[in-house]
């Protein structure tokens, strides 16, 4: 039996496909993202709504607090523990999401290789704190790759990735690159002709606000403070500095569809190293024809092709 990962970029319609799917082949979904973990966040992260989640059970969404510490290797630890009770129960686990690096996790697993140094770890974030931007800087000469998966804004995996370089003289992209793909995983992307999906990503933002994203950003910055990790998604982030002033509100609309357009082209590059993945393009067939292959990948992988 192969196991199947449905992913593609932000918004191009994972979710629709996949909730028909599941239910009419008793089919349970393990999700693949870093900001659908965080109760409370809903609405900002397109999580799947209450009556999505009673049609099909849904795992690791909604599960911990934003000021909460998880990472890839937690992800791992309890998507293969889920995996294995469904398996047991004979329900199929469907793997559903677009964070690379969990995707990563589950079909690469993770690279251990280099032990955390706490004092050069320390080190970094002080030098960081005296000079805004140095360690962005330091990364993009070191280790460009990493640079360009990482986020200018996580410093987490970006001092990571300078710990490693500066304790080996090896680039963390090549260390992690070495790892095979399991063959135990068949990828599929869907995704859509760009124009297509820049515009369902504008209306989703609008979507997003109409639906009082405003008012679930408000509430969270009261029980939680500002700063962190979770608040760096996108939509979170823009419309804090909306609400402390540093711009008005369709600024900060602006703001959150262009980053949202630029995190899905991100997305769409970091898919595109899977080599076996089989990719559907939604935009050049229609619905039907879309559950149809999707449902026949499925039906496979189960049977074990």
């Known amino acids: ?45 397109a999580k799947p709504s209450p009556d999505e989640q009673k049609k099909v059970k849904h795992h690791l969404i909604d599960f911990i607090e934003p000021d909460q510490y998880y990472n890839a290797f937690l992800f791992r630890q309890d998507a293969l523990k889920i995996k294995e009770q469904l398996v047991s129960k004979n329900i199929y686990p469907l793997f559903v999401g677009g964070t690379g690096l969990y995707i990563d996790a589950i079909v690469k697993g993770m690279f251990e290789g280099v032990p955390r140094d706490e004092n050069l770890r320390k080190e970094l974030s002080e030098l960081e704190k ?47 690159n070495h790892k095979n793909i399991s063959d135990e995983y068949q990828i599929i992307v869907l995704n859509r002709n760009r124009d297509e999906l820049h515009e369902r990503i504008n209306q989703r933002v609008e979507k997003m606000i109409e639906n009082g994203l405003i008012d679930e950003v408000k509430s969270l910055i009261e029980k939680y403070p500002k700063d962190i990790n979770a608040f760096q998604t996108i939509g979170y982030k823009e419309l804090i500095l909306y609400l402390e002033g540093k711009y008005n509100l369709k600024t900060a609309i602006h703001l959150i569809k262009r980053n949202t357009r630029r995190y899905a082209r991100r997305q769409i590059i970091w898919l595109r190293r ?32």
């Open 1 to 45: 039996m192969k196991y199947v990962i449905i992913s593609g970029p932000t918004a191009v319609g994972k979710t629709d496909l996949v909730i028909e799917l599941c239910e009419k082949l008793n089919i349970q979904i393990i999700s693949i993202d870093s900001r659908q973990i965080y109760k409370y966040m809903n609405i900002g992260t």
């Open 130 to 176: 005296k000079e805004p931007g140095i360690l962005r800087t330091m990364l993009e000469k070191y280790d460009p790759a990493s640079a360009a998966k990482i986020h200018p804004s996580d410093i987490k995996r970006t001092i990571r990735a300078l710990e490693v370089y500066l304790k080996t003289g090896k680039r963390i992209s090549q260390l992690q």
């Open 274 to 305: 899977y080599k076996n993945a089989k990719w559907l393009n939604l935009s050049e067939i229609s619905r039907k024809e879309a559950l149809e292959k999707l449902e026949n990948f499925l039906i496979t992988a189960r049977e074990g092709g």
